[in-house]
């Protein structure tokens, strides 16, 4: 399934010379309705990272749809999610758990808008890491494999407001501000161009929101914000 134009290049994600053997979707297929699935932006990978990025997508394909908020999310929800169920029964019943203890209208057919998911905010910024490196070599060229330095996570209210002021500095150079998939995912991203691995990114996958993240109960967070470095010296 590899094409020639994917194979024996530097993996993205590890940074291994000529070691690639597939194209990976940056951004999972899998995120988007089968119509929204046109040149979605893929670079080389070896077999093990893309293993690796797939394992952390399809537990998040399946968790994340149902905290969806953005514009096709019951159509996201109920087309994409039940077959994934159907292979994941673990998963399913941990969903299913949640859904019992949170259930508010006993006929309306939704979700409540408050329903918690077992979600691992963890995962989900490291799956933001890695797109950030797809992403960047994507746009850039950029390589932002180790010894550069790069975190994304979710971060406290308190933070958005100078994170955000961080985009205006005019000393970024190239500047990224996508919306796929009617919302499905946004990022904006924006890079240094003395310094091709220095680069601020804000993710938002499906509108979720996350509640009472990384210890900090009642708090509510809905984009993950990223930053990568180059090595200290
Ligand atoms: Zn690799």
């Not at 020639?4 to 291994?16: A, D, H, P, S």
């Not at 951004?27 to 893929?42: M, T």
């Not at 394909?61 to 292979?87: D, K, Q």
């Not at 003395?194 to 509510?220: C, E, K, N, Q, S």
Request: glycine share 8%; hydrophobic share 40%; proline share 8%.
């Amino acid at each position: 399934m590899a094409s020639k134009r994917f194979r024996g290049k530097r993996c993205v994600y590890c940074g291994r010379q000529e070691i690639s053997d597939t194209g990976d979707h940056v951004i999972a297929r899998g995120f988007f309705l089968p119509s929204q699935r046109a040149n979605l932006p893929q670079v080389p990978a070896c077999s093990s990272c893309n293993n690796a990025k797939s394992q952390l997508e399809h537990h998040l394909l399946t968790v994340l749809p149902f905290g969806a908020r953005h514009s096709t999310a019951s159509l996201t929800l109920n087309e994409l999610v039940p077959g994934r169920l159907e292979r994941n029964a673990r998963l399913h019943r941990e969903l299913l758990d949640a859904w019992n203890r949170q259930w508010q209208g006993a006929y309306a057919p939704r979700w409540s808008p408050e329903m918690k998911l077992p979600l691992d905010g963890n995962k989900v910024a490291r799956l933001c890491e890695y797109m950030m490196i797809g992403l960047a070599w994507y746009h850039w060229q950029a390589d932002l494999t180790p010894p550069n330095e790069l975190r994304a996570s979710f971060f406290h209210p308190s933070a958005i407001s100078s994170l955000e002021r961080l985009f205006g500095n005019p000393q970024w150079g190239a500047h990224v501000n996508e919306n796929i998939g009617a919302g499905t995912l946004t990022y904006r991203a924006v890079q240094d161009p003395p310094a091709p691995a220095r680069t601020l990114w804000r993710f938002t996958i499906y509108g979720v929101v996350m509640d009472d993240a990384a210890g900090w109960p009642g708090v509510r967070a809905d984009a993950i914000y990223g930053a990568s470095n180059p090595p200290r010296t």
